[in-house]
């Protein structure tokens, strides 16, 4: 296997319960991640272990199934993608492989909650990964996602904190 992760963290004036419940519910990443154009088959929020939903990639042609693995409120979240990673809307397409997403919340001092985001990607190396993954494994997509998580949060209510 090939194997790539990359990982991030920030630190936040807001409570583990506030960055959990935000950048846990799926139809918030269009607002903050650079690389999610759509995401859909959202059921029932919060999302539960085993609930799956669909997001697309950046040209909002490439769509990841996702899976809730671990749902561990406020301290624990990780949701993969297997299979076909990019498929097209009709399930065709896309690349072999793996993706692996953690969000670790933990209080490292008083009123900070840190958010730690780990992206692994896993293919055959039969089936390299393509250039496009490595841009969305850059470390710098995660920084732009942390601070428009910041920017988002700070335009909400003073009440999320």
Known sequence: MGIV??????????????IYDFVTNPANWTKTYPGSSYVGKLDDLPLKVGDTWEEGGADGEKIFTWHLAIAMRPKLWVFNSVG???????????????????????????????FTRTMTIEAPKHAPMPDG???????????????AIARELESASPTLR
Not at 10 to 18: G, I, K, L, Q, Y
Not at 133 to 147: G, Q
């Open 133 to 147: 993954f490595f841009r969305i494994v850059n470390p710098a997509n995660i920084d732009r996602y942390h601070a």
């Open 84 to 114: 076909r990673l990019g498929h097209d809307r009709a399930g065709n397409g896309g690349m072999e492989g793996r993706i692996t997403v953690q969000y670790h919340f933990t209080q490292p001092g008083e009123g900070i909650t840190l």
């Open 5 to 18: 992760t990359t990982s991030s963290e920030t630190a936040f004036a807001h409570s583990p319960e506030t």
